[in-house]
């Protein structure tokens, strides 16, 4: 989260102008120099998203990428005309989660295929098991098994199998209210 209040709004009113029906506010858990990060540092109004992870882009999620970006865009006034609001478009309140604790993350504890038992959008509790680690070298090993630290939503989840320890498979963000990111 930035520190300064009104890049801070204006970030989260771009964020909801995507009109979709999930929010995920993150952390940078892997260190610095991310483009975003940089942005925010300058104080740029940073809005970015992520589509297709895994290399999978459905016609779904290009119409939501087209929309999405032409009201944000619409909202901070590059496109002529006026952004669309969730209520114009008979949308309900969509869900905002935030996952800028460390307790959010989920990472591969050993090396492994990655095998998920939660998608994205559904709600865990706290030490639900989220997937767990294969071993092809070691048929006869029993899987270890990754469990979520807190209770949340799944705002991510790796979608590659082949897993190196550290990596991240899981992000569980508690659910807020708009309010309280401004």
């Not at 890049?7 to 009113?13: D, G, L, S």
Request: aromatic share 6%.
């Amino acid at each position: 989260m930035v520190d300064d209040a009104e890049q801070r709004r204006q970030m989260v009113e771009g964020m909801l102008a995507w009109n979709t029906d999930f929010h995920f506010v993150y952390i940078d858990v892997a260190g610095s120099g991310l483009l975003v990060g940089e942005a925010e540092r300058q104080g740029k109004i940073v809005v970015s998203t992520e589509l297709g992870g895994g290399g999978q882009v459905t016609a779904a999620t290009h119409r939501v990428a087209q929309s999405g970006l032409a009201n944000v865009l619409r909202h901070f006034g590059v496109l002529a005309g006026k952004a669309a609001t969730r209520e114009e478009l008979g949308l309900g309140e969509p869900v905002i989660a935030r996952a800028t604790e460390e307790e959010c993350y989920a990472f591969a504890p050993e090396s492994g295929l990655w095998e998920t038992f939660v998608d994205v959008t559904d709600r865990v509790d706290a030490g639900q098991p989220l997937g767990q680690l294969h071993f092809i070298e070691r048929p006869d090993r029993e899987p270890t098994v990754v469990s979520a630290a807190m209770a949340g939503v799944v705002c991510s989840i790796r979608a590659i199998a082949t897993t190196t320890q550290g990596d991240n498979v899981a992000v569980i963000a508690r659910e807020v209210d708009a309010a309280e990111l401004r």
